[in-house]
């Protein structure tokens, strides 16, 4: 790109490096799984929402948190089913414990319309 072609050979080489690594990365994630937390996971799309995510075999933990108290009780009863993934549900003052080392985030939490 305007420059000598050695810089714009180093330049693509560099790029295509880059890439190369990206994806070698995210492909190694995907393989090792996915710790995720759902903000908002007590409510009516959260709780089917966390339950299909922990039915997922690419999330290999699940964190749970909603600012009602019946938070914990979702994550026991995902608890039950049968995966490879461990759950742990969390309410209150507990948010940041809740995404802690989490890859991804999803929050279906809101105010249900009228």
């Known amino acids: 790109g305007g420059g000598s072609p050695v810089a714009d050979m180093l330049s693509t080489a560099r790029s295509t490096f880059t890439r190369t690594v990206m ?10 799984g996915f710790k995720v937390s759902v903000l908002g ?36 009863d995902l608890s039950h089913c049968s995966t490879n993934s461990k759950c742990v549900g ?16 999803v929050i279906p939490a809101g105010v249900p319309r009228k």
Not at 23 to 30: D, F, G
Not at 45 to 70: F, H, R, W
Request: hydrophobic content about 40%; glycine content about 10%; charged content about 20%.
């Open 41 to 76: 996971a007590a409510g009516g799309i959260g709780q089917p929402l966390s339950m299909l995510l922990k039915l997922n075999p690419k999330v290999t933990e699940l964190s749970c948190y909603d600012v009602a108290p019946v938070t914990p009780g979702v994550a026991a």
């Open 90 to 105: 969390y309410t209150g003052d507990d948010l940041k414990k809740s995404l802690d080392g989490c890859e991804v985030v």
């Open 23 to 32: 994806r070698q990365a995210v492909v190694a994630q995907q393989q090792r």
